[in-house]
């Protein structure tokens, strides 16, 4: 780049014409040259085909970091909030690490499909396998997470397997630095741990893919505390509580801790509308602060948790009661120190703030219970009573993924806060060893509990007995079968993976990923779904489907029927199968096609005739395939 800055054929003062003067791009200032080279078209790429020119376009593009900091704020967006403001850094080196650890993350993602695809459902083995892999890195955990959710919000309806796993490695990611983060809230001193951080962990534990932070959440609170303040301005200008900063200290009045609890029932309960899920009550959203938060209902102990900080925040301290079957506060009434039961008020945050003597709260349950249910207990204790509400949640689950989840992730933090409950470490071990896995950590923790309680020697023998021929059978895996259309026992298969269907009878939605000629679940089954009064009973093919509500069933062809408006199945497991949704049908990944070649031939022609809404390129398809199926 040259620009003319002389007049050509113009004399000079001795009469000669002088050689044209030019200047160059490299003549421009460095702050320019920056300037330019900060423009937000140029990617990395060009930035590395300007540095290559010169020595002076390298040192502009390396120099002050000011161009490499630019395209990496540019590239990774999220990660600003880990660096300080005008932090001296080398971003070129930030950018090349970044970089590099993208394309390992997406290479361990990619690798997931063929050693999960074939061990159903050993994906505990198979993500700490990868969790480890990634850690092997030596990488910073952020740059994970970024390169994780950079695939999970690329095209929503394209690369469904990869971002299937890459939600398994970045939920498993999470839960990991969040259990980390529960054992160091363990360790501090008792008086140090509060209840509501301790139940912010528990939260983020089982929802480790939502956007739950304890700032947040503290945000929210402090918007309620000035709604509270401001009714108190109403009743008593002059309150302390007003012009307090939160945790400044406690209120020593009898009646201004009356005045704050009486505006916190108001903004709580009639302004804002808070109130215990009495129709819904075993709902593990009950559970979760966030989702009290936003939904304004709860139970006993979620309500309390929240009504504790909030009085406390204002001045009035209230103790957490592990009362039987109804979570409570307790409010003294007498100077501090005292255990007399009848000192106390007690309060029911479930029931919009209600103040109770101890008498009045064993009509809460129906029963007489001793003087120790009316202690205070400590934050530990709080945890270990709102993980065991979740953990019975999950007990009480149907069976499906959901509850599967549920109950391990619970487990996980009842373990973690009281790791030699020996109930609940048989619990796990069942409970891994009954989803196939993770072998080798059933084996620790049977070893462990034989270590804890020697008397377990049965169930724990007998477990590990079973482990060690489920590990062995894993070392000579079976191959999976291939089924073929064209073979003399599929002649029968009218549908194929892939075809979006609707169930004639039940009504619902679903997608098939995979079908038998004949029906091979056991006689129990086929008696108890009554398959015998089907018109062609179990001797017909019967197809595996996920359906939208979440569940996996297996019906019956003459159940079946091609949805006249194809859409897509809302179901978590469909990227495991599947790696694109393509408006009429989903187009099976690598494995599953391995598993039924021929289908997708036969899928991309029945869409053909069915809906008539091929694009070109789609039809070049359908007919290479169904030439491939002359051919056989």
């Known amino acids: 780049m040259a620009t003319s800055v002389s007049r050509e054929g113009q004399l000079n003062l001795n009469g000669t014409i002088p050689e044209p003067h030019t200047e160059k791009l490299t003549d421009l200032p460095t702050e320019l040259l920056e300037y330019i080279l900060c423009f937000p078209a140029l990617k990395h790429v060009d930035v590395c085909n300007v540095s290559c020119c010169c020595k002076r376009l390298h040192d502009v593009c390396h120099g002050s970091g000011k161009v490499w900091g630019n395209q990496y704020k540019l590239r990774w967006p999220r990660l600003q909030r880990f660096y300080r403001q005008n932090e001296s850094c080398d971003w070129l080196r930030e950018y090349k690490t970044r970089h590099r650890v993208g394309i390992q993350i997406r290479r361990t993602v990619e690798s997931i499909s063929k050693r999960f695809f074939t061990e159903v459902p050993c994906v505990g083995q198979v993500l700490g396998d990868s969790f480890a892999e990634i850690e092997s890195l030596g990488m910073p955990g952020h740059f994970c997470e970024d390169e994780l959710l950079f695939i999970l919000n690329s ?227 709080v945890l270990l009573r709102m993980v065991g509400n979740l953990l019975n949640i999950g007990k009480r689950g149907e069976g499906n993924e959901k509850s599967y989840q549920l109950l391990r992730d619970s487990l996980d933090l009842y373990l973690t806060i009281n790791p030699d409950n020996v109930q609940y470490l048989l619990l796990q071990a069942r409970l891994y060893f009954h989803l196939g896995i993770w072998p080798e ?63 004639k009878r039940s009504g619902y939605n679903c997608v098939i990923y995979g079908w038998d000629p004949k029906c091979t679940m056991s006689q129990e089954w086929i008696t108890t779904m009554r398959v015998h009064q089907l018109s062609s009973g179990a001797n017909q093919p019967f197809y595996n489907v996920l359906v939208q509500d979440g569940t996996c069933r297996y019906a019956a062809q003459e159940n079946l029927e091609p949805h006249s408006s194809p859409l897509e199945i809302g179901h978590p497991e469909v990227g495991r199968y599947f790696s694109e949704f393509a408006e009429t049908h989903y187009v099976a990944n690598e494995e599953l096609q391995t598993r039924y070649p021929e289908d997708m031939g036969e899928t991309l022609g029945a869409v053909q005739e069915l809906y008539h809404r091929l694009s070109p390129a789609s039809e070049s398809q359908t007919e290479a395939a169904a030439a491939e199926r002359n051919s056989h």
């Not at 970045?170 to 509060?194: G, H, V």
């Not at 804002?272 to 709902?283: F, R, S």
């Not at 034989?450 to 477990?463: E, F, K, T």
């Open 155 to 381: 095209d929503k309806r394209k690369n469904l397997t990869l971002k299937y796993y890459a939600k398994k490695i970045l939920y498993f990611l999470r839960q990991q630095n969040i259990l980390r983060s529960l054992k160091s809230f363990l360790e501090q001193p008792a008086e140090q741990q509060l209840a509501l951080e301790g139940a912010v962990l528990v939260d983020q534990y089982c929802n480790p893919l939502a956007d739950v932070t304890l700032d947040g959440i503290s945000l929210q609170l402090d918007e309620i505390r000035e709604k509270v303040k401001k009714m108190l301005r109403i009743k008593n200008p002059s309150h302390p509580s007003l012009r307090a900063l939160p945790g400044d200290g406690v209120l020593e009045d009898l009646e201004l801790q009356r005045q704050v609890l009486c505006a916190l029932n108001t903004v709580l309960y009639e302004q804002l509308q808070y109130k215990g899920n009495e129709c819904d009550y075993y709902n593990p959203l009950n559970s979760y602060i966030h989702q009290v938060l936003l939904r304004r209902t709860g139970i006993p102990i979620s309500l309390s948790v929240l009504y504790m900080t909030l009085a406390w925040r204002l001045g009035v301290q209230l103790e957490p009661v592990n009362f039987p079957n109804h979570f409570l506060l307790r409010w003294s009434q007498r100077p501090r120190g005292s255990q007399d039961i009848y000192d106390f008020v007690y309060i029911d945050a479930f029931g919009k703030g209600k103040q109770l003597t101890a008498k009045e709260c064993e009509y809460l349950i129906g029963h007489q219970v001793t003087a120790d249910y009316y202690s205070s207990i400590s934050t530990t204790e």
């Open 441 to 503: 950590k059933v084996l620790d923790i049977l070893q462990h509990i034989q270590a804890l309680d020697p008397s377990q020697h049965g169930a724990v023998g007998y477990l590990v007995q079973h482990t060690l021929e489920h590990i062995q059978h894993k070392k000579h895996p079976v191959t999976p079968e291939v089924k073929r259309r064209g073979a003399p026992e599929h002649l029968e298969v009218q549908y194929s993976v892939g075809l979006i269907m609707k169930h």
